[in-house]
């Protein structure tokens, strides 16, 4: 396979480093951001894959990156972009201070990346850009006493339409990735009663993002992906 290049955005987190696992699988160059003074154990070693400490949520570092990125590889041909944050609150407990928290964690992280991605991968015309949402962002419905996170991540389905009607006639797609509960070792110490088979590991999220950015998918255009497992 000839050489492509994924950057994946929270690399040290338990999607992230799926992600980062099957797209080395897949004889990609990987690169992956890791937060300041990050603590999460990420001890995979591999000549492909390239670890940037970035802060996101800083949109001239954030470009910094991409532009350093678009140099060194001469393109981008995806981008998951897995930063994101969480908080409950009810709306009588959620202060403006923690919508603009979430604001920033779960779409300013995005956004500052996924923009100079875009505008690289609309001048290739061609690309893939996964964006990471949640149901209680896709239905009010599933975000009540979450407030402050439902709103914040509402806006990353908003990014995803809007991308792919300025990329429209190209082959650069921008889809919304929607987990159910992920199967996590954080996840099931904080839920040990659950049902964990119905949750959704972190390797299938990898596989489905994997196959989208396969010839096989070439045809494909779904903004949002669905991956409930049974829950």
């Not at 338990?14 to 690169?31: D, H, I, R, S, T």
Request: aromatic residues 8%.
């Amino acid at each position: 396979m000839a050489n492509k290049t994924v950057i994946v955005t929270g690399a040290s987190g338990n999607m992230g480093q799926a992600v980062v696992k099957k797209f080395l699988a897949e004889g990609y160059n990987v690169v992956g951001t890791i937060v300041p003074n990050d603590k999460a154990p990420f001890d995979i070693d591999d000549e492909k894959l390239e670890k940037v400490v970035v802060d996101l949520m800083n949109e001239d570092d954030a470009e910094k990156f991409i532009q350093n990125v678009i140099t060194k590889y001469k393109g981008i041909e995806a981008a998951v972009l897995t930063v994101g944050g969480f908080a409950m609150g009810t709306v009588a407990a959620t202060k403006t201070a923690d919508i603009q928290k979430q604001y920033k964690l779960n779409f300013e992280t995005a956004y500052n990346v996924a923009r100079p991605v875009f505008v690289q991968m609309l001048q290739q015309t061609t690309g893939r850009i996964f964006l990471i949402g949640s149901k209680p962002g896709l239905s009010t419905a599933n975000g009540k006493g979450m407030v402050a996170y439902s709103l914040g991540k509402s806006l990353i389905f908003r990014l995803a339409e809007l991308m792919n009607a300025e990329a429209k006639g190209t082959d650069v797609v921008t889809s919304v990735i929607v987990p159910s509960t992920i199967d996590t070792p954080q996840n099931r110490q904080s839920m040990p009663d659950a049902n964990h088979d119905a949750w959704v590991k972190p390797e299938d999220i990898a596989s489905v993002i994997s196959f989208y950015c396969s010839p096989e998918a070439a045809t494909l255009r779904e903004p949002v992906i669905k991956l409930y497992n049974k829950a």
